[in-house]
């Protein structure tokens, strides 16, 4: 067995190494097993820790702040610049450390929000509900498709709250889409396709890299955590959605946004069968791993989705666009465009190659107009119709629900097990590509298979 395999089996186990991941066996000793979740009055306050206060982290936390009765009290980064930057934006009051569990043993902290690579969030969300804490975790709500089972168990086990953060699935236009679907409006819907594509160093996930970066400013050790040792790496580090080790690459970032939105908005839980490709056409920077493009065909019982990510081209493209026998819907960032499609017959390509006579003649007995199309069906023509909502972020609608369900211990929109789900296909997405082969869902099982 090898040191690195070895590492991740310890770590993963939730054992104290003071030198890999600096838990204190106090913090730990101070955790319960199962925490009574704390009730709220709507004049209550919720007291919130973020954990990762990187480019999405920071937002998050500010769009938390929007939602009222919320405070920010405590950061977890590891690397130093952002927590400054954190004090610079939340007030020097504000307590930060490199140490999550510290966080985690504070009683004053009711929930946090985890903000981390991939790797990193099924130890971290398991460590916080046993502390007896509600948890925000970033999509995608896994590193591999196994740890889904594992954070629900121990969901089950605590009671607390999960939020998986896929905010569009909060977008308000979506309750008048699923309608429409469900009314028959664009009649039956055998088709899906969903597009997300950039074409820049910094949508392919290069960020820009701290001037000051090192092993003295960055805790690279903690970094690692439960994933094999490395020697230091400040493109990892910054840049870690290039590297298996800490990400599922497009499929579990961009796929699984996208896939969300899917299975809430044609009410379906799980994807039956995925093929995919993918490949890294031209972005080699810093020994990348994952490909640059995905494509995926995935099949459910009534639709197929179908998958788009490319880094080396933007040309706009509808980000989801769901097609039925009576009409279109295509959905953007603001709202959504209803074109009514409604089956049109033209007999006039054949029936043109035959004589006039024979022409005229199966008109007449058929019922069709002189284009050639059926005088009892014709329907009426209608324009596309455009609905542009001025809503608020879509991120502070799902934190907004998160901190509800804080208050109330309802049900989140997207729930342990609707992220986990989402979150498999992507990982199907790969194992597909990896394999040069589709892969299964076993419903049965609940478990992947060739």
Known sequence: MSDSLSRRQFLGKGTAVAGAVGVAASSLAARPSRATPQKFSANDKIAFGLIGAGMRGIPDAECALQVPGTELVM???LYD?????????????????????EMLARKDIDAVIIVTPDHWHKKMAIDAMEAGKDVYLQKPATWSWEEGSDILAVQKKTGR??????????APYNKLIRKKIKAGEIGQVTMVECHNHRNSYIGAWYYPIPLDASPVTCDWERFLGPAPERPWSPERFFRWRNYWDYSGGLPTDLFVHMVTTVHHLMDVKMVQRVYSSGKLHRLFKDNREVPDQANAICDYEDFTLLLTCTGNNK?????????????????????????YEPPREDFSYTVSTWPEAQQEHYRHVKGLDEQGRPLAE??????????EMDVEDSTVTHLRNFFHCVRTREKPIEDMKTGHLAATVGHMVNLSQKAGAPVHWDAEKEAVVG
């Open 75 to 77: 950061v977890a980064e």
């Open 81 to 101: 610049g952002r927590l400054a930057r954190c004090r610079e934006l939340f007030g020097s009051q504000l307590a930060v450390t490199k140490d999550y569990q």
């Open 161 to 170: 709250v999960i939020q998986v953060g896929s905010q569009g699935i909060s």
């Open 315 to 339: 040309h706009p493209v509808p980000y989801v666009s769901i097609y039925g026998t009576e009409g279109t819907l295509v959905i953007g960032r603001s709202g959504f465009t209803q074109y």
């Open 378 to 387: 014709l329907l009426p023509e209608a324009d596309p119709v455009d609905y």
